[in-house]
C-alpha cells in the first residue's frame, strides 16, 4: 500500500486528485491539505504554481501548468521525483505513482525534448514512434523498471507477489510494444523513450 499526500491550494484540485491517486488501487490518502504538514508518507502528489522547496518532503510528484516558467530540469533539481501535466489523467498519476514508489524518476512523453532533446528529435524523424511513449500500463513499468535493476522474472514474481507465469506475459508484451528483442533492448528502448530512469 502506497501512503499518498495530497496538497493543493484548491480543495475542489484535491479532491480529484484524491479520486485519480485511488483509481489505481494500493493508495492510502494519508493527509489532504494546502500544505504539507508533518505527515510520514511515501508519495506527495502536489499541485503547484510555483518551484516548491521539497527539503525533507517524501518523493514528489509535481503537476504543473506548461505555460509556467520553470522548465522540467528545475523541477527535478528542486527534488520532484515525477513531473506531470497539470491536466494529467487518472492513468498517469497511478503510474507515476506505481513508478515513484519503485524509485524511478517520471518525465510525461510531452516534456522529453526539455530533458533528452536528442530523444525527441529522434520521434520527430520518425526513428522512434510517439504512440509507443506511454503505451506501457502501469504494471509494465513498474516490471521494466525491475528488468533494468537487472532482476530474474522469479525476483520479480516474489517482489511483486504475482506468479512467474504473469511476470513472463508482462515482459512479453514490454518486449512487444517496445519492439524489443531482448530484455537489454527494452531497458534501452524504455529510457531512450522515459519509461523508465536510471
Known amino acids: 500500500m502506497i501512503r499518498v499526500a495530497i496538497v493543493a491550494s484548491s480543495a475542489i484540485v484535491r479532491a480529484g486528485l484524491e479520486s485519480m491517486a485511488l483509481s489505481g488501487g494500493g493508495v492510502e490518502i494519508v493527509t489532504s491539505a494546502a500544505t504539507l504538514a508533518d505527515v510520514h508518507a511515501d508519495v506527495a502528489l502536489v499541485q503547484s504554481e510555483e518551484v516548491p522547496d521539497l527539503t525533507g518532503w517524501p518523493p514528489t510528484i509535481l503537476l504543473v501548468d506548461p505555460a509556467?516558467?520553470?522548465?522540467?530540469l528545475e523541477l527535478l533539481r528542486s527534488g520532484a521525483r515525477a513531473v506531470l501535466p497539470a491536466q494529467?489523467?487518472?492513468?498517469?498519476?497511478?503510474?507515476?505513482?506505481?513508478?515513484?514508489?519503485?524509485?524511478?524518476?517520471v518525465i510525461h512523453p510531452h516534456d522529453l525534448e526539455d530533458v533528452f532533446p536528442a530523444t525527441q528529435r529522434a520521434v520527430d524523424s520518425?526513428?522512434?514512434?510517439?504512440?509507443?511513449?506511454?503505451?506501457?500500463?502501469?504494471?509494465?513499468?513498474?516490471?521494466?523498471?525491475?528488468?533494468?535493476?537487472?532482476?530474474?522474472?522469479?525476483?520479480?514474481?516474489?517482489?511483486?507477489?504475482?506468479?512467474?507465469?504473469?511476470?513472463?506475459?508482462?515482459?512479453?508484451?514490454?518486449?512487444?510494444?517496445?519492439?524489443?528483442?531482448?530484455?537489454?533492448?527494452?531497458?534501452?528502448?524504455?529510457l531512450r523513450q522515459g519509461l523508465i530512469y536510471l
Not at 509556467?68 to 522540467?72: E, Q, R, V, Y
Not at 498519476?93 to 506505481?98: P, T, V, Y
Open 68 to 72: 509556467g516558467t520553470a522548465s522540467i
Open 88 to 105: 494529467a489523467n487518472a492513468n498517469e498519476i497511478s503510474g507515476a505513482l506505481l513508478a515513484i514508489a519503485a524509485g524511478l524518476i
Open 126 to 190: 520518425g526513428v522512434l514512434d510517439s504512440a509507443r511513449l506511454d503505451s506501457l500500463s502501469p504494471r509494465e513499468v513498474e516490471v521494466l523498471g525491475m528488468i533494468a535493476e537487472g532482476l530474474s522474472n522469479k525476483t520479480i514474481a516474489w517482489q511483486m507477489q504475482i506468479s512467474e507465469h504473469t511476470v513472463k506475459f508482462h515482459v512479453g508484451s514490454i518486449m512487444t510494444k517496445l519492439n524489443a528483442g531482448s530484455r537489454t533492448e527494452a531497458v534501452t528502448r524504455g
